[in-house]
């Protein structure tokens, strides 16, 4: 059974810095580009960042890039998002993706996380 | 990197057909065939049920179906069931390295 799972949310101010980490199972982790997705309270998906199946291609959303990094661990079978400089608009739950494909490009993705919640605020 | 426009809402009775379009750009949409469509249920993750414009991956039904043309693509959903009663979302690879979800609609069976 494929199984993503994600934590390292909480509750952090504006300006601080947070990691967050997705643990995949059941899959051969490396053979996939895999994705962060986020979702404010009541509001749509937003695509925010992925990564190739190397680790050698890698892509932000305009609203994240400069501030957030995306890094995969193949050895460990893990996915991290680390997000520096949070501002309140980043609150949202976050959700990590496998995508079909090894490529970055191909989106499709087939097995969602539950997600971990980011709660920026003062 | 603008978000691709949907309805807010569709709906039907339960039978019938609903169609959902997304709208993008050149840049998006209209280029590349990276487009996919997700369902998601209150409270649960989102679920692939289409990808490449018109694709279905093993275990949904045929009752959804894709298409694409020129910068919109759109989602038809046949034979309405209770349980499709849902946020629908469209995904399309944006160049670059990025992607962009649509704005999302929420589909009502009556």
């Known amino acids: 059974e494929v199984q993503l799972v994600e934590s390292g949310g909480g509750l952090v101010q504006p300006g601080r810095s947070l990691r967050l980490s997705c643990a995949a199972s059941g899959i051969t982790f490396d053979n996939y580009a895999i994705h962060w997705v986020r979702q404010a309270p009541g509001k749509g998906l937003e695509w925010v960042s992925g990564i190739s199946w190397t680790g050698g291609t890698i892509g932000f959303a305009d609203s994240v890039k400069g501030r957030f990094t995306i890094s995969r661990d193949n050895a460990k079978n893990s996915l991290y998002l680390q997000m520096n400089s949070l501002k309140t608009e980043d609150t949202a739950l976050y959700y990590c993706a496998k995508s079909l494909g090894s490529g970055i490009h191909e989106g499709a993705y087939n097995y969602w996380g539950q997600g971990t919640l980011v709660t920026v605020s003062s | 990197q603008s978000a691709l426009t949907q309805p807010p809402s569709a709906s039907g009775s339960p039978g019938q057909s609903v169609t959902i379009s997304c709208t993008g750009t050149?840049?998006?949409?209209?280029?590349?065939?990276?487009v996919s469509w997700y369902q998601q249920h209150p409270g649960k993750a989102p679920k692939l049920m289409i990808y490449?414009?018109?694709k279905r991956p093993s275990g949904v039904p045929d009752r959804f179906s894709g298409s694409k043309s020129g910068n919109t693509a759109s989602l038809t959903v046949s034979g309405l069931q209770a349980d499709d009663e849902a946020d629908y979302y469209c995904s399309s690879y944006a160049g670059s390295n990025k992607h962009v979800f649509g704005t999302g609609t929420k589909v009502t069976v009556l």
């Open positions: 490449e414009v018109s």
């Open positions: 050149s840049s998006d949409v209209g280029v590349y065939n990276y």
